[in-house]
């Protein structure tokens, strides 16, 4: 008779155990919305959903100025299509090309230098009138750039380039001298030129355009912002709504059944005392004695608890599915080797050559101890 039966009997129970728990590990794998399983705890997914509410919040912040703006720029576009040249104009660009030609023929007379100087910023402050009915809205790209980092939905108008008759040779050179403060350079009739024409009625046909074009551009920019922002924050309640449903979810996968506890508990009880009558059930006394003598029913039962919490726990969600196969293989494996070894040292009845009888113990597979009956 063998006496390792119990010890087939707990690896098929283990065997058993193990096939009934993926169906729970793979319950406790949370789901994302793409559909790919990701392996974190309920309370980075609250800490995750608190941190998509709060860059939703502070998205839909960001929002409620846009429509000011867009009202604001767009009252601009109207002011800039009504903008007229300053009729003043006409009179400063021609004592500004009067005294150019005076101070070509007297370059070193000072006094012609500060006048023209004069002229020149007043042409300049008089065809740029239009500019003050926008405020200081109009501001050069770079100057922009800043403002434009910590409000991207500002009520600016952007300009690439720098608007006439700040552009041309003439204006340059005065500001070269730091306006009268130093020498001026030399002022050609090209120079002249160029500013009374930049300060001329087609001069301020393209300024207007240039003002228009850079305001329909910011528009657009600032719509395409608050598009994209809105489609952000749809984005993030959808994120933020699948991520509550698989809370939920989680929840309701890790809820133990009633039933599995009322029916499982018991189960395991029953089990148990079966197990401590597992003795009874010989008739020999010295069996008897050898499955307490041994430690063989101890283990056993040993095992049967371990299994029994195991998969109680796994049942509950108190545990995830890296803990159970880590759990459940150490058990396995310690119950074969334990049957296995068991099996070698078990006593073997032989008869001698001179016909005695005698017990081998089998120690291990190398080893053998003969003892005459």
Partial sequence: MQFHSPARAASVAFVLVLAALPCTARAQAPIAADGSAVGITRFEMQRGLLEIDEQRRRLELSLEPVDSVLRVLAADTLKIASLKRSPAVDQDAALVASLGRQLRMYPADPDLTARLIDAVTTTARDFSLPDHALGSRV????????????????????????????????????????????????????????????????????YRAELMSATMSRIAEVRQ?????????????????????????????????????????????????????????????????????????????????????????????????????????????????????????????????????????????????????
């Fill in 139 to 206: 501001l050069p790209r770079s100057a922009a750039q800043d403002l434009l980092v910590r409000s991207p939905n500002a009520a600016v108008i952007v300009v690439d380039d720098t608007l006439p008759p700040y552009d041309t040779s003439l204006w340059n050179k005065v500001g070269m001298s730091d306006f009268g403060r130093r020498q001026l350079p030399r002022v050609t009739l090209a120079d002249v030129n160029g500013f009374t024409a930049a300060v001329s009625d087609t001069g301020f046909a393209a």
């Fill in 225 to 373: 912002t608050r598009d994209s922002t809105r489609a952000e924050i749809q984005r993030l309640r959808r994120r933020a709504g699948d991520l509550a449903h698989l809370i939920g979810s989680q929840d309701e996968v890790q809820a133990p059944d009633g039933r599995v506890i009322m029916i499982g508990i018991p189960t395991f009880a029953i089990i148990l005392l079966a197990l401590l009558l597992v003795p009874r059930a010989y008739r020999s006394i010295e069996l008897q004695q050898w499955l307490f003598q041994s430690g063989v029913l101890l283990e056993f039962t040993t095992l049967v608890l371990i299994v029994a919490g195991v998969l109680l726990l796994a049942l509950a969600g108190r545990i995830g599915e890296a803990v159970i196969g880590t759990v459940m293989g150490s058990v396995l494996g310690y119950g074969v080797g334990r049957g296995v070894g068991r099996r070698a040292e078990s006593p073997v009845r032989v008869v001698t050559a001179h016909g005695e009888p005698a017990t081998v113990v089998r120690q291990t597979p190398l080893t053998a101890t003969t003892t005459r009956a």
